[in-house]
């Protein structure tokens, strides 16, 4: 599999928000995103609810790139490599 880094600077196979969104079991869904809600408390002082623990994911920078262009807008590009 294809490592994919993420704009964010995550690594998508290895995020914990990524994996809670995709994980079918919704029990064990609520779980970890409960999880990642404490952390982001205990860490940096942010207070989230389990609902905003949702990602669908960062498209690599060309299918980006195409999806803001068929919605009227351009996307910047630094010429960052990771």
């Given amino acids: 599999m294809t490592e ?3 704009y964010c600077g995550l690594t998508c196979q290895t995020c914990p928000i ?3 969104t995709r994980q079918e079991n919704k029990e064990e869904q609520a779980r970890m995103r409960a999880e990642i809600v404490q952390l982001c408390k ?3 002082g942010m207070n989230y609810e389990l609902e905003d623990i949702a990602h669908e994911g ?3 920078h ?3 790139v195409d ?3 068929q ?3 351009e ?3 630094d010429g960052l490599t990771v």
Avoid: K, S, T
Wanted: net charge negative; no cysteine.
């Fill in 4 to 6: 994919i880094v993420a």
């Fill in 18 to 20: 990524y994996l809670a």
């Fill in 42 to 44: 205990e860490q940096y």
């Fill in 58 to 60: 960062n498209p690599v």
């Fill in 62 to 64: 060309p299918e980006l």
């Fill in 67 to 69: 999806w803001a262009a």
């Fill in 71 to 73: 919605h009227g807008y």
């Fill in 75 to 77: 996307i910047a590009y």
